[in-house]
């Protein structure tokens, strides 16, 4: 469908007014802190970058007998598993997550991501997801639609849901406010591999409050299923509360035959003694389908698939110089 110029002035009060339902657009997985991060993303990206060194390098020599190593070297195995054999990935994420003391309903969402990929017989390929959200019925149908260095650095977003302003689209800026509402983390820092990267962010962390008391119990199991594939469950519980520390109790479960986590679960600790730990946040992967080959068109905007609703054509020519002029991250 072409907006004519009419149109899309008529449009325009549509938009305002699907603000507020949009602010609440932004999408996030493996997240393990209570509030957002306060660091800046180059900051974050830098101390990620740390991540991939090699594993010993990280632990000081009485770090080696901690209870944590073993769980860090098998998130550290995930994250090298997907920078050496993945490319790109199909899912399906389910997500809850407890936000100002209040647990979400589960929401529901199918996902396509391509890794951000560079060599030199081949063109950057930037960071790229897609997402549709299957449920509840509130959102069913919102599409989001993000490609590093794209879109003047905006994430493309269709309301869904069951309102009037269902079909409309609109760009947001992935750290903004309006984005963030009601989540965690940005769009930017969706994905499997973001899930292995906070496993090690808070694992080092951990390890690093727990390094003089030796306090942290952790299990590790086999047996688990998560749709259907065995699952190794890595439990990391920490007894006493104490400011520095993050969370009480934290589940892991991670493929047995490739080293990807599937499942994540946190938990706060007991408002009295006795008392069930809350459940902060929890995400699964289902249906799990590495390297099925997608392609530009999965992320476009005008894939016949999508619902996005096309720009006016005065709008067209400016946005894609835009976006052709943009250096994609890599």
Not at 112 to 127: S, Y
Not at 141 to 146: A, D, F, Q, T
Not at 193 to 219: F, K, N, W
Request: hydrophobic share 35%; aromatic share 8%.
């Amino acid at each position: 469908m072409t907006f004519t110029h009419k149109m899309y002035r008529r449009t325009a009060l549509m938009v305002v007014l699907c603000t507020l339902a949009l602010s609440k657009l932004a999408l996030v997985a493996g997240v393990w802190a209570e509030t957002p991060s306060e660091k800046s993303a180059e900051t974050q990206r830098e101390e990620r970058k740390a991540y991939k060194l090699n594993l010993n390098e990280r632990f000081l020599p009485e770090d080696r007998d901690h209870p944590l190593v073993p769980a860090l070297q098998i998130a550290h195995d995930g994250v090298r598993y997907l920078d050496q054999h993945v490319r790109d990935y199909t899912c399906r994420l389910v997500a809850r997550e407890r936000i100002n003391g209040r647990l979400k309903k589960y929401e529901f969402m199918l996902l396509k991501v391509r890794r951000p990929q560079t060599g030199d017989q081949m063109a950057t390929v930037p960071f790229s997801v897609y997402i549709r959200f299957l449920g509840p019925k509130s959102l069913k149908g919102r599409e989001i639609l993000y490609v590093d260095g794209r879109n003047n650095g905006e994430l493309l977003a269709r309301n869904g849901g069951t309102g009037n302003l269902q079909d409309v689209t609109m760009s947001l800026v992935p750290r903004s406010p309006r984005a963030m509402s009601n989540y965690r983390y940005p769009l930017t820092e969706i994905g499997i591999r973001t899930m292995g990267e906070r496993l090690l962010e808070i694992g080092y962390d951990s390890l690093q409050a727990d390094r003089q008391r030796r306090e942290c119990e952790v299990q590790i199991r086999n047996g688990a299923k998560v749709d259907g594939r065995s699952c190794r469950v890595i439990q990391v519980r920490f007894p006493v509360q104490r400011p520095e520390l993050r969370f009480h109790l934290a589940r892991v479960f991670v493929d047995e035959k490739l080293p990807l986590p599937l499942r994540y679960e946190s938990y706060g600790w007991p408002a009295a003694e006795g008392q069930s730990p809350p459940l902060r946040e929890e995400y699964t992967y289902l249906d799990l389908q590495l390297n099925p080959g997608l392609t530009d068109l999965d992320f476009q905007r005008d894939n016949p698939e999508y619902k996005f609703y096309e720009r006016p054509a005065e709008d067209v020519a400016p946005a894609e110089a835009r976006a052709g002029d943009a250096s994609p991250a890599g």
